[in-house]
């Protein structure tokens, strides 16, 4: 009797057991496996060219995960961690070095940047770089061109609330132009900054000749500003004193038009690289000079 019992208790805890394992088994089945991910690998390029609104950044895909990268770029925010979800570019696909430029940027502002890379699997991110934008300066691009000169508190237009100046467009300098005949005197052309664009509406009310050196500058289109002009005698010698080592570069090897008429009809003042002289002037229908497109500016004081 006791040997059964012995047994009968074996029995019954060796069909527990089994009952037990049973059960573990059926949960571990039931367990969902977690998908592995194949994201890329990308790193972040250093950061480059930072100017006043844009700057230059990129990123090198060193794994694509084993699935085509569908899209790339940089992303970046003035919190740190950016995601697409903040600005970005998209550079194309497929594996390698890329370069990207980011635009629409605050002046003399701290940004966060890292590249990204996307497959079908997800999104991956590179390390996370710093940069910080400049200000306003001379010499830095801005609105179609690059600033040549920042009104000081003693010009005309000056304001404590904004930084204004002048914009000049290098790459969009008209060679052998001409002023205008020398047959009419154009009235009230000043040659104070500030006076630039309403000598060059005065030129072209007279003259309405849009070949001569105030209507190829009136005609320029750049980035979507259309607001350009001939400058008057002393923003042309501002900018000259600015930008005198690009002027240089340029190697011009001309006299250059100002919007200023002088006192005598067939003449209009010019100013030449290098020198001082604000006397210098030529006669109007001489067709070998230049002509520099500017523009104002005005950005909100921070």
Do not use: H
């Not at 998209?90 to 070095?97: L, R």
């Not at 900054?193 to 289109?221: F, H, M, P, Q, V």
């Not at 002037?281 to 004081?301: D, E, H, S, V």
Request: one cysteine or more; proline letters at 4%.
């Amino acid at each position: 009797m006791i040997s059964y019992l012995r047994s009968m208790r074996l029995f019954k805890s060796l069909l527990l057991t089994l009952l037990v394992v049973g059960t573990l088994n059926s949960c571990k089945k039931d367990e969902p496996t977690e998908e592995v991910k194949n994201l890329p690998e990308v790193t972040t390029k250093p950061v480059s060219n930072i100017g006043m609104t844009k700057a230059e950044c990129g990123g090198v895909i060193i794994s694509d995960g084993g699935l085509d990268i569908t899209q790339r770029g940089v992303c970046w925010s003035t919190q740190p961690n950016p995601t697409i979800a903040d600005s970005f570019t998209s550079d194309d696909a497929g594996t390698g070095e890329f370069k990207s430029v980011m635009t629409n940027l605050d002046y003399r502002t701290k940004y966060y940047v890292r590249a990204y890379a996307k497959n079908k699997d997800g999104i991956a991110y590179g390390l996370q770089m710093e940069f910080t934008t400049i200000p306003p300066m001379v010499g830095a691009e801005y609105g179609g061109g690059i600033i040549a000169y920042i009104l000081q508190s003693f010009d005309d237009g000056y304001s404590e609330d904004s930084i204004s100046g002048i914009v000049v467009s290098l790459d969009s300098i008209k060679k052998s132009c001409y002023w205008g005949s020398i047959d009419k005197f154009v009235f009230r052309t000043s040659e104070e900054i500030g006076s630039g664009l309403s000598n060059t509406n005065k030129i072209l009310e007279e003259y309405n000749d849009y070949e001569s050196a105030a209507g190829l500058c009136s005609r320029i289109s750049i980035d979507g500003y259309d607001d350009w002009f001939l400058p008057s005698l002393f923003e042309l010698r501002e900018i000259e004193s600015g930008l005198r080592r690009e002027l240089e570069i340029l190697n011009l090897g001309q006299l250059i038009w100002s919007s200023t008429q002088t006192e005598y009809v067939t003449n209009a003042r010019v100013i030449e690289v290098g020198s001082e002289s604000n006397e210098l002037m030529a006669q109007k229908n001489m067709p070998n000079l230049c002509a520099i497109p500017a523009r104002y500016f005005a950005i909100p004081k921070k």
